[in-house]
Every structure is written in structure tokens, then in C-alpha cells.
């Protein structure tokens, strides 16, 4: 079976937009040839796009989103090319949430007294499925051809104890995220809050050691799989 695939980005950036860094291969297998990665065991096409929003940093750039932007095909292309049965559900989630993190750890290595930060959301293309990462205060919605927008995913905006509870049934998303913003490890202290606000990032070192009281800040994402059909039409990343 082939799949025509069209991918076209645009976007209204805020006045931070120096932090903003994002990347779009259309063919994902091509360059994964160019590192010798074949990903012909997997289904086609494939393709990649990645947001990253920086945070915490000068309007001269953000060394945090530059760092990511830079590495993160790096981290997932080897992992998607050393199985070579075919890819279920939960695979595809662990491999990008082993390649969030893993790139973390490498900025961290790389940048070790960096403050910088910066939330992501990458939206990977396999055959008919969307798998979509998100992290920090990114939130991620499908578009469908009758006009109408699905929420898929929620940013990990910490709660505000001053606003009015909303009705979760309301706004509950139409495919619900993997792992709840609301369980134990994503509640952050009151300083960190006034940091940072939301509750996973990459960078932040500094509110990630131990002696910090943000213990909570993680740079592990969320991730679905969402299997598109003829009403799809694309997908947005909101930051």
C-alpha cells in the first residue's frame, strides 16, 4: 500500500521566537541511509518534525533548543533501526521516550553549568501512524479536513492555584496522553514553579540536581500513536 505525504510548516511566533528552533525531514529513511541506518523494515514513508522551544536564555539564542535541534535524529534513528521485526505501538513510544531522554543526559554531559531549557514536541510519521512526544509546554492538536481541531495532547503546564478548577469531562482530549501530568512526580515546588512553569524540559540542570527543591522536573515525554484515517488532515504543535 503507498501513502502520498505533503508537509508544509508555518507558524506565528511570539517575541522570544530567537529561542525557537525546529526541524522537518521529510524522508526520514534517506537520512537514516546517509548514517547507515537502514529503516527499510519499516513502514513507509517516514518522516519528522520537531519543535523546540527554548526557555531561561538571552535573545542571542538558546543553547538548550540549538543542542536538541541538533541531536535528537541522533538519539532515535539507531533505535529505530536495530529492531527489524515490525514496530507495535508500545515500541515506537519507548524509543521515543528512551531518545528524550538519552539526549538530556548528553546535554547535560555537554553543558553542564547551562541553565537553559526548553520544552519539544516531535511528531513522527511510520507508514499510517502519527507517534507524537511531548514535553513542557508544548500541546499538540489533529486537523481534519471537515475544519474541525482535535486535541491529542496537553502541555505539562503546572496548575495555577489561584484559577477555577474546569470541568475535565469538558475538556478532556480526544486521544488521551500516555502518562498523567497530574500523578506524584510532576508536582513541583513552588520555587521551581516560579522558574519554570510547567513540569518536564530539556536543560533546566540546575532545577534538576539534587540539591535543587525541583526535583520533579523530568525529560521524560508523553507519547501516543494515533493511527490517522481519510478525516486527518494534519496535525499542529501549540507553544
Given at each position: 500500500q503507498s501513502f502520498d505525504l505533503s508537509v508544509s510548516v508555518g507558524g506565528f511566533c511570539h517575541e522570544r521566537a530567537s529561542q525557537v528552533r525546529n526541524v522537518v525531514v521529510k524522508d526520514l529513511a534517506k537520512a537514516a541511509q546517509a548514517m547507515r541506518l537502514p529503516l527499510d523494515h519499516l513502514d513507509h514513508p517516514i518522516a519528522m518534525?520537531?519543535?523546540?522551544?527554548?526557555?531561561?536564555?538571552?535573545?542571542?539564542?538558546n543553547v538548550c533548543a540549538e543542542f536538541c535541534a541538533k541531536h535528537f535524529h541522533g538519539k532515535l534513528l539507531p533505535r529505530l533501526a536495530a529492531f527489524r521485526g515490525y514496530w507495535v505501538d508500545d515500541r515506537l513510544k519507548a524509543a521515543m521516550r528512551e531518545s528524550f531522554e538519552e539526549l538530556d543526559t548528553s546535554f547535560a554531559e555537554k553543558h553542564p553549568e547551562?541553565?537553559?531549557?526548553?520544552?519539544?514536541?516531535?511528531?513522527?510519521?511510520?507508514?499510517d501512524r502519527l507517534v507524537v512526544a511531548s514535553l513542557g509546554d508544548v500541546a499538540c492538536c489533529a486537523n481534519l479536513h471537515n475544519g474541525e481541531t482535535r486535541l491529542l495532547m496537553r502541555a505539562h503546564a503546572v496548575p495555577d492555584p489561584?484559577?477555577?478548577?474546569?470541568?475535565?469531562?469538558?475538556?478532556?482530549?480526544?486521544?488521551?496522553?500516555?502518562g498523567s501530568a497530574s500523578s506524584a512526580e510532576d508536582?513541583?515546588?513552588a520555587a521551581a514553579a516560579r522558574a519554570v512553569p510547567w513540569t518536564r524540559a530539556f536543560g533546566d540542570l540546575d532545577l534538576k540536581r539534587p540539591k535543587s527543591a525541583a526535583m520533579a522536573l523530568s525529560a521524560t515525554p508523553d507519547v501516543i500513536v494515533l493511527r490517522l484515517q481519510q478525516e486527518h488532515?494534519?496535525?499542529a504543535f501549540l507553544y
Open positions: 518534525y520537531a519543535l523546540f522551544d527554548g526557555h531561561r536564555s538571552s535573545a542571542k539564542g547551562s541553565s537553559h531549557g526548553c520544552c519539544a514536541a516531535v511528531g513522527l510519521l511510520v507508514g489561584d484559577a477555577e478548577e474546569e470541568d475535565d469531562e469538558d475538556d478532556a482530549p480526544a486521544t488521551p496522553a500516555c508536582v513541583m515546588s488532515h494534519g496535525f
